[in-house]
Nanobody, 120 residues
Framework: QVQLVESGGGLVQAGGSLRLSCAASGRSFSTSRMGWFRQAPGKEREFVAS????????YYTDSVKGRFTISRDNAKNTVYLQMDSLKPEDAAIYYCAAKRSDYAPAYDYWGQGTQVTVSS
């Protein structure tokens, strides 16, 4: 099993920044890729960004490119999501996820989520 714990959410004004963290424990060595997803009220959960533990290859959804940066600290088993130039539409619960295989379509493990609120 892999446990994921997110932190760093909060309230920020539009244009501001937040950094989310996701600490992985348990059999985190068995995971290949980490991702961030978000879900706003009344909307489906959507992919935000992902990074591979090995090599650091990253992907972003178009709406956050140039504003969000995903990174990882392999020694700490922690993944970060630096969010800059935040917009009200970025407000959501942000979830960290992990998957065992980079080729798998779905993520295997999920955190509990952290709330991000952006005031206009």
């Amino acid at each position: 099993q892999v446990q994921l714990v997110e932190s760093g959410g909060g309230l920020v004004q539009a244009g501001g920044s937040l950094r989310l963290s996701c600490a992985a424990s348990g059999r985190s060595f068995s995971t290949s890729r980490m991702g961030w997803f978000r879900q706003a009220p009344g909307k489906e959960r959507e992919f935000v960004a992902s990074i591979r533990w090995s090599g650091g290859y990253t992907y972003y959804t178009d709406s956050v490119k140039g504003r969000f940066t995903i990174s990882r600290d392999n020694a700490k088993n922690t993944v970060y999501l630096q969010m800059d130039s935040l917009k009200p539409e970025d407000a959501a619960i942000y979830y960290c996820a992990a998957k065992r295989s980079d080729y798998a379509p779905a993520y295997d493990y999920w955190g509990q989520g952290t709330q991000v609120t952006v005031s206009s």
